[in-house]
């Protein structure tokens, strides 16, 4: 382990977390238009750069567009006075932001975002770490963020957050077994008798060759969708926040940085939860269902990897826009009714759709 | 008496919720390419419709006579108290002599003004109108105190069917008591 | 490089377990519970039993802490400044005591870790796929005792916390 590989990882981790932080950024924007543009609005077309907004016909597009609404964005986040008030537990309160935040960013390094084929003919993810357990380590890291929710919702030490925080934990353990039990078939199968067992999600998306999982687990993968929402804390399962009854929830003592750690965390883990379940579902970076890259003749080299990782990416994008999507067009579920959701009809239904798969997948690994 | 609406009863479909989730989502996409219906505001201004009642203004008369003859009507109804007016006797050598008074101050405080429309109402010369303006800003509490010169600008000259002064200028002259 | 990570989080874990013990503050222990079971994980990645380092986060810091919280959240326990320590708290922390000082000793007296030998057992875990055959091979019987044992408490739970009607 020299040192020249350990800032070499330091590099490319910086790569991939501004990427992230960027598309985060990018994703705000897209909800307010997108939100907009549902609701018959126009959504942010002010915000002008000095130079690049004055291009004859491209300045002004990009400005309707709001191209250069995120910069003013985050510089409100950082100007804004920062109020910390008198009655919170100091140090869970300005800590709460950032364990909402790390969790969210830690979870990239085991996402393969693209695959390369080395001069030796091998495929090689694209990706800061390739683990073995990269699956579970997903789970896992992504399982702490509930605590931002949960100790500033506490911190706070006033009503709406506490309850919001209360709410969320709750929320988020519940849905959290739903989510797991139903990519079980998938790990099932992608560990088919005789070869080295994984939870690698760069061999469960080089898995989706054939069909892609989403197709012939569409169980799995609406089931794993609806806990995704869950845990994104994305409506219609916004309980932690629910403007309508809990002011903002859990962040409604939060301010200017602090807020906009917050919220840059929810829309991080948007990218990633995404990510995964492109991973999972919808093939990773092949473009079509039977279809790969290298069938088409583009896969090799540096323009096959730029291909993979363009694929990906929108498939990611295409996803987010499903989310938004879904939340300006869903009202809130009423707590007690996601409860009942997650408990009573998502957990026995992903344990009936293993136990079917189980059937499935042993009848044909024996009789195929 | 209260009635009961029963709720019929949710089908199969319905109850597993996502057939009804994608008839909203398709709602909401159709939506997506729908023209938007708002106004850009400072550049596109909403058509005023006929009647409304912006901001209290004076108006002065074809001839260009100043309407108010500060009988302090206005200052009396209003329920704000947003009018101030100090009368003053019109002078001598001016071409409208006869009407004897008019306004020396009259102040129009908008932070206080509700756009009720009572001074308008109430007015016997038809001299205060709340017209087409609607949008008031300033930087500070003195500058949203319309003056008089200030609300005639704003008002300026509204037409006159009666030239209500002018006869009784003219029956004066002809030795009417009127 | 792998000493100076064990030291790292070997302190860091016993920091967190003192903080743990001796914090007054319910929610104080209950997050430094789960930095020791953090430091806990980054050893077993250190010892390559990444499964069980990653098991170890998504049940016990993930799961089992956060139920930990909302409950300390849901009584409000307020900080218990000058609580008496009563006879039975001493004599258990005496025993604890004795009985972790006669494992030190045990352990150093304990020739076969003295003598280091060189061919060092292979870690069956490492391999997912073995780490799941050994679990429902080998080990079967611990890992449904185990589970029998969750089970039990689970009905003990459910027992208590119902209302028995008496009429």
């Known amino acids: ?368 | ?178 | 490089m792998t000493d100076i990570f064990f030291y790292i989080f070997s302190i860091l874990a016993l920091a967190c377990a003192f903080g743990v013990v001796f914090s007054r503050n319910t929610v104080n222990g209950a997050m430094c519970l789960i930095g020791t079971f953090m430091s806990m994980a980054a050893l077993f990645v250190l010892l390559e039993a990444y499964f069980l380092a990653v098991v170890q986060v998504l049940v016990y810091a993930g799961a089992v802490m956060v139920l930990f919280l909302f409950i300390i959240m849901l009584l409000d326990v307020k900080e218990s400044a000058a609580r008496k320590t009563s006879i039975y708290t001493w004599a258990a922390s005496l025993i604890g005591f004795g009985i972790m000082v006669i494992g030190v000793v045990a352990i150093n007296s304990a020739e076969s870790i003295k003598t280091k030998t060189a061919n060092l057992p292979v870690a069956e875990g490492v391999n997912l796929k073995n780490f799941g055959y050994e679990l429902f091979t080998t080990y079967l019987l611990p890992m449904q005792v185990t589970g029998f044992l969750l089970l039990i408490s689970m009905v003990g739970v459910i027992a208590l916390s119902k209302k028995t009607n008496t009429q």
């Open chain 2, 1 to 178: 008496m209260s009635i009961v609406i029963k709720r019929k009863p949710l089908n199969f479909l319905e109850k597993i919720y996502l057939p009804e989730i994608a008839r909203g989502l398709a709602t909401t996409f159709r939506r997506l390419w729908g023209k938007p219906v708002t106004l850009e505001y400072p550049e596109q201004r909403p058509t005023i419709p006929e009647g409304y009642r912006g901001v209290p203004t004076l108006v002065k008369d074809p001839e260009g006579r100043e309407k108010c003859v500060s009988c302090q009507l206005c200052e009396f109804v209003c329920p704000p108290k947003a009018i101030r007016i100090k009368p003053g006797a019109i002078s001598e050598d001016s071409e409208f002599a006869h009407v004897e008074k008019g306004p020396q101050e009259f102040d129009i405080d908008m932070l206080r003004c509700i756009y009720c429309g009572l001074c308008q109402e109430v007015c016997p010369e038809e001299a205060i109108w709340l017209q087409n303006d609607y949008s008031l800003s300033g930087y500070s509490r003195s500058e949203m105190v319309n003056d008089k010169e200030k609300l005639y600008e704003l008002g300026g000259t509204l037409p006159d069917l009666h030239f209500k002064w002018k006869k009784k200028q003219e029956a004066a002259a002809k030795g009417s008591g009127h």
């Open chain 1, 1 to 368: 382990m020299d040192i020249n590989f350990i800032i070499l990882k330091f590099v490319y981790a910086a790569i991939v977390v501004s990427v992230i932080m960027g598309l985060c950024s990018y994703a705000v924007l897209a909800e307010r238009k997108i939100s907009s543009w549902i609701q018959g609005r126009v959504g942010p077309n002010r915000t002008s750069l000095p130079l690049i907004g004055s291009i004859p016909v491209l300045g002004p597009f990009l400005t309707r567009l709001g191209v250069f609404q995120p910069i003013p964005d985050g510089l409100k986040f950082l100007f804004k006075e920062d109020v910390v008030p008198g009655h919170v537990n100091k140090f869970y309160f300005i800590m709460a932001p950032v364990i909402s935040l790390v969790p969210a960013l830690t979870t990239v390094v085991v996402v393969p975002f693209g695959r390369i084929v080395t001069d030796a003919g091998e495929v090689v993810p694209l990706v800061l770490a390739n683990v073995n357990v990269g699956l579970l380590f997903l789970f896992a890291i992504s399982s702490l963020s509930v605590y931002g929710i949960v100790l500033a919702g506490w911190s706070s030490n006033s009503k709406y957050p506490f309850l919001g925080g209360i709410r969320a934990s709750a929320q988020m353990i519940s849905y959290e077994l739903a989510m797991g039990v139903s990519i079980l078939p998938i790990l099932m199968w992608v560990n088919n008798p005789g070869l080295e067992g994984t939870m690698n999600l760069f061999d469960i998306a080089q898995a989706q060759n054939g069909f892609w999982f989403a197709m012939w687990m569409p169980l799995s993968a609406i089931i794993f969708l609806v806990c995704l929402f869950a845990e994104t804390n994305r409506l219609p399962f916004d309980m932690a926040e629910s403007e309508t009854e809990l002011v903002s929830g859990f962040h409604t003592e939060y301010s200017s940085f602090k807020f906009g750690l917050f919220f840059v965390g929810e829309y991080a883990h948007m990218v990633i939860g995404s990510c995964v379940f492109t991973l999972l579902f919808l093939g990773g970076w092949n473009p079509l269902p039977f279809v790969t890259i290298d069938m088409l003749g583009w896969g090799a080299g540096y323009i096959g990897a730029a291909l993979s990782v363009a694929i990906f990416l929108g498939k990611m994008c295409g996803l987010m826009f499903f989310f938004m999507w879904v939340r300006w067009t869903l009202p809130r579920f009423r707590y007690d009714q996601v409860m009942k959701l997650g408990w009573k009809i998502l957990l026995p239904l992903s344990i009936a759709n293993l136990i079917a798969y189980v059937f499935i997948i042993y009848y044909l690994d024996t009789s195929l």
